[in-house]
């Protein structure tokens, strides 16, 4: 077998990285009884994206890990996306990665070796960008391709970020442009190629620069963006926080296209998921159907959604941009006390 290949028609999922659906499992997770351990940092009582340690004084061990079936047919980029995916779950964390061990899935009676190497090469050359090193990993058979990482990285007991602690007048900070579900919809129907590309592009770029440049500066609340959309991940942050927030979907920054592409209807089956989900979400009449579409688009490997203090918010985007991140804009804001209520105008 050639590698002249549709990696994304062997994805159940459609070639969408979608979590199962927000809080989902959640109610089975809160059935367990987990031990108490002063030393856990961050664990499952929020939805973080990470677990956080504290080994001693000076050092936290954050644990993560993320995996899914193809969103798109080349396979080491597909490599790449899945490890910057994973990797991200640290950064949003505040930490630095420093390991990671493979989880791969794959039919390897059906599909060639050559299309897993280049899978693997794909996580491991992001995971050699991001500073980390490759342990190992377990592989197993299975008729739906699947690639991720398991990650661990440190971050000072002091400096740890959760998604719980953002406070009523913050400002919100995105990282990167949304739209990717939407785009990897529009390539399975060979549609919209420019903003395809520019999916691709920002789906491997690491939040590295970003995860950098918010250490010189107080960052109350962070966390990425991934398959709960933009308004999932806000809607974990703001209930977790006990604030409520507001967006200006005029000031969402978005890849080329996205918009032409969900008014064409190719929305992934997640954002209807999410939106079905987020009862606590209101829309001004004046937002159109295809800008709550993207609110709501599984991303795979988005940006980070940061909750800064208002005196620090122009001063972090201005570093955001010099840095390279030039997506980075202020979206919103946090209004008030409450229990997750979002508003997008």
């Not at 050359?125 to 090193?133: L, Q």
């Not at 703001?238 to 890849?255: K, R």
């Not at 599984?298 to 909750?307: A, D, Y």
């Not at 620090?312 to 919103?332: D, F, M, R, T």
């Amino acid at each position: 077998m050639t590698m002249d290949v549709k990696l994304t028609q062997y994805a159940a999922n459609g070639g969408c990285a979608c979590k199962i659906g927000p809080n989902a499992l959640s109610g089975v997770l809160h059935q367990l009884k987990l031990p108490r351990d002063p030393r856990l940092l961050v664990g499952i009582d929020t939805s973080d994206d990470a677990g956080v340690y504290k080994l001693n004084e000076t050092t936290a061990l954050i644990q993560t890990l993320d995996f899914f079936s193809p969103v798109v047919d080349d396979p080491y980029l597909f490599g790449q996306i899945a490890a910057a995916n994973s990797l991200s779950d640290v950064y949003a964390m505040g930490g630095k990665p420093l390991t990671a061990m493979n989880i791969v899935a794959f039919p390897l009676t059906i599909l060639d070796g050559s299309i897993l190497l280049e899978i693997l090469k794909g996580g491991l050359d992001k995971v050699t960008e991001a500073g980390a090193i490759i342990v190992g990993g377990h592989s197993i058979y299975d008729k739906e391709p699947k690639y991720g990482l398991s990650v661990t990285g440190t971050v000072h007991p002091d400096a740890v970020l959760t998604n719980a602690a953002a406070v009523p007048g913050d400002v919100l900070i995105l990282s990167k442009s949304l739209g990717t579900g939407i785009l990897a919809t529009a390539a399975r129907a060979e549609l919209f190629s420019t903003g395809v590309e520019a999916a691709k592009q920002s789906m491997i770029t690491l939040n590295k620069k970003a995860a950098e440049c918010m250490k010189h500066f107080r960052i109350h609340a962070c966390t990425d963006v991934t398959g709960f959309g933009l308004l999932g991940h806000l809607y974990e942050m703001a209930s977790g926080s006990g604030v409520q927030a507001e967006i200006n979907s005029l000031a969402l920054p978005l890849l080329p296209e996205a918009l032409e592409a969900a008014a064409m209807g190719l929305v992934p089956a997640g954002a209807y998921s999410n939106r079905d989900y987020l009862k606590s979400v209101r829309f001004s009449s004046s937002v159109p159907e295809n800008m709550q579409d993207l609110c709501f688009d599984p991303q795979t490997s988005g940006g980070l959604l940061m909750s800064v203090p208002e005196n620090q918010a122009a001063q972090l985007l201005a570093a955001l941009h010099a840095a390279g991140v030039e997506a980075a804009a202020i979206i919103g804001k946090m209004t008030a006390e409450g229990k997750g209520e979002i508003y997008v105008y």
